[in-house]
């Protein structure tokens, strides 16, 4: 007997617009220019408006009016050149291959329309999310959050991700990556997965005792255990031949006048666009439903577009206006940069996390020098909220280049070195920091 009866469900889903939206203030300046370029090609109702006389209007209706009667001649053979070197070159200016995205990656596997709107969304979220090296930069909770979608569906489609190729792309970070490999290859052994996630930094530079102590094996274990993760991958994007941003034109320029900062967004391209009024003047009068329709929708997305871009040019200028006063002590006086996260500034403009994440992502600032607004962002120590982790790290490395070469200092006397300059970090944050830095323990720097 069927079981008939009416069941209550409440679903969540981002609409197209809101996609859109979320894509424009994620965009750098260049891929604004871009995106409303191919838009103007598309959409009638957004226009380049320009000033001109009377008389570039007559020659531009006298051509509108010709370009109507006027049918061009079929085309000859050949149009580029009379020579096989024209036509070969045509084709290889045609035929260049458009940049690597981790998008393109992605959908070169998946087909989207094997997933449902809100899917896909979420799909996008993540790669948008996604570090240069294949690592998501914010947790999945804060995912399945900001794109309000169940956890175990976000889980489920988060785990499809992580089996395209290269396999473990989208891992929260390189311990999960190294323990995801190690599935992939039938293992299953708890306490290497434990070693992975809690003592890796230590054991990787022969400190082997904490783990070995509270895991309850041997160092011999422990040994072999590092051996396997040696023939592991350390980045999902190690094998991708993906091109470096090039910086050249800063997306903000910065200045501070009379004790105020000035921030000036440099995407003139974007202020040139505006509704064209030809056909928005002209829409009342159309007769055809279909016609009419399709101008409707093609107005309503111009202006939507173009609300999203003033948008995007306010938050940004509030974003960074917000950063350079919490920093203003470091760009003024060359100090150290307070310790700064997305948290920081979105409780600061009580804004989403993630809201301001979109609006630095890949932006470029200028003051007095050329920099990634991300490089503003660190991490406090822990020990003293003064302190970010940039100053340890440039305080350590003067201390390391200073040091006797004849008698290296081990991180326990670089972290007594760094007690005495007033910067309170262990011995195991030593070695931490001086690993990010690249630099060899003692043992190895002569």
């Given at each position: 007997?069927?079981?008939?009866?009416?069941?209550?469900?409440?679903?969540?889903?981002?609409?197209?617009?809101?996609?859109?939206?979320?894509?424009?203030?994620?965009?750098?300046?260049?891929?604004?220019?871009?995106?409303?370029?191919?838009?103007?090609?598309?959409?009638?109702?957004?226009?380049?408006?320009?000033?001109?006389?009377?008389?570039?209007?007559?020659?531009?209706?006298?051509?509108?009016?010709?370009?109507?009667?006027?049918?061009?001649?079929?085309?000859?053979?050949?149009?580029?050149?009379?020579?096989?070197?024209?036509?070969?070159?045509?084709?290889?200016?045609?035929?260049?291959?458009?940049?690597?995205?981790?998008?393109?990656?992605?959908?070169?596997?998946?087909?989207?329309?094997?997933?449902?709107?809100?899917?896909?969304?979420?799909?996008?979220?993540?790669?948008?999310?996604?570090?240069?090296?294949?690592?998501?930069?914010?947790?999945?909770?804060?995912?399945?959050?900001?794109?309000?979608?169940?956890?175990?569906?976000?889980?489920?489609?988060?785990?499809?991700?992580?089996?395209?190729?290269?396999?473990?792309?989208?891992?929260?970070?390189?311990?999960?990556?190294?323990?995801?490999?190690?599935?992939?290859?039938?293992?299953?052994?708890?306490?290497?997965?434990?070693?992975?996630?809690?003592?890796?930094?230590?054991?990787?530079?022969?400190?082997?005792?904490?783990?070995?102590?509270?895991?309850?094996?041997?160092?011999?274990?422990?040994?072999?255990?590092?051996?396997?993760?040696?023939?592991?991958?350390?980045?999902?994007?190690?094998?991708?031949?993906?091109?470096?941003?090039?910086?050249?034109?800063?997306?903000?320029?910065?200045?501070?006048?009379?004790?105020?900062?000035?921030?000036?967004?440099?995407?003139?391209?974007?202020?040139?666009?505006?509704?064209?009024?030809?056909?928005?003047?002209?829409?009342?009068?159309?007769?055809?439903?279909?016609?009419?329709?399709?101008?409707?929708?093609?107005?309503?997305?111009?202006?939507?577009?173009?609300?999203?871009?003033?948008?995007?040019?306010?938050?940004?200028?509030?974003?960074?206006?917000?950063?350079?006063?919490?920093?203003?002590?470091?760009?003024?006086?060359?100090?150290?940069?307070?310790?700064?996260?997305?948290?920081?500034?979105?409780?600061?403009?009580?804004?989403?996390?993630?809201?301001?994440?979109?609006?630095?992502?890949?932006?470029?600032?200028?003051?007095?020098?050329?920099?990634?607004?991300?490089?503003?962002?660190?991490?406090?120590?822990?020990?003293?909220?003064?302190?970010?982790?940039?100053?340890?790290?440039?305080?350590?490395?003067?201390?390391?280049?200073?040091?006797?070469?004849?008698?290296?200092?081990?991180?326990?006397?670089?972290?007594?070195?760094?007690?005495?300059?007033?910067?309170?970090?262990?011995?195991?944050?030593?070695t931490k920091y001086r690993e990010k830095l690249g630099i060899p323990d003692s043992r190895h720097r002569f």
């Open positions: 007997m069927l079981d008939l009866g009416q069941v209550q469900k409440q679903t969540q889903t981002i609409h197209a617009d809101q996609v859109l939206a979320l894509s424009i203030l994620s965009f750098s300046n260049q891929e604004l220019e871009s995106f409303l370029q191919e838009e103007y090609y598309d959409n009638p109702l957004l226009d380049q408006p320009l000033e001109k006389s009377g008389s570039d209007n007559l020659i531009d209706s006298m051509f509108r009016e010709f370009s109507q009667v006027f049918e061009p001649p079929a085309p000859k053979e050949r149009t580029y050149g009379d020579d096989y070197y024209d036509r070969e070159q045509y084709t290889r200016e045609l035929s260049i291959e458009d940049p690597y995205t981790l998008e393109r990656l992605v959908t070169e596997q998946l087909d989207p329309a094997a997933f449902s709107e809100t899917e896909w969304s979420f799909i996008l979220s993540c790669i948008e999310h996604t570090d240069e090296k294949g690592f998501l930069s914010c947790s999945p909770a804060c995912l399945f959050n900001e794109n309000q979608i169940a956890p175990s569906l976000g889980a489920q489609i988060l785990n499809t991700l992580q089996h395209l190729e290269p396999a473990g792309l989208f891992s929260e970070n390189l311990e999960e990556y190294l323990i995801f490999q190690l599935k992939e290859r039938n293992y299953n052994n708890e306490k290497l997965f434990q070693m992975i996630r809690f003592y890796l930094p230590e054991v990787i530079t022969g400190k082997l005792s904490t783990a070995t102590r509270e895991l309850s094996v041997s160092s011999a274990q422990v040994k072999s255990w590092l051996q396997l993760i040696s023939s592991l991958n350390p980045k999902p994007m190690m094998n991708i031949d993906a091109p470096e941003t090039s910086y050249l034109i800063p997306d903000l320029v910065v200045n501070y006048v009379n004790h105020t900062w000035e921030i000036k967004i440099n995407d003139g391209g974007s202020s040139r666009y505006a509704t064209n009024s030809y056909y928005a003047e002209m829409l009342p009068r159309i007769q055809d439903p279909k016609l009419k329709q399709y101008f409707l929708e093609k107005h309503r997305r111009a202006n939507f577009i173009l609300e999203c871009v003033e948008k995007r040019r306010s938050t940004l200028e509030k974003t960074v206006r917000c950063i350079m006063e919490y920093q203003e002590s470091y760009f003024l006086s060359s100090g150290d940069l307070r310790p700064m996260t997305l948290g920081t500034i979105a409780s600061l403009l009580e804004m989403n996390e993630s809201t301001v994440s979109r609006a630095i992502k890949d932006k470029t600032i200028q003051y007095k020098s050329v920099f990634p607004i991300k490089d503003l962002f660190s991490v406090s120590s822990g020990a003293d909220e003064d302190l970010s982790q940039k100053t340890i790290l440039k305080a350590l490395e003067t201390l390391i280049r200073e040091e006797n070469k004849k008698k290296p200092l081990s991180d326990s006397k670089l972290s007594l070195l760094l007690s005495e300059q007033g910067i309170e970090v262990s011995r195991r944050a030593v």
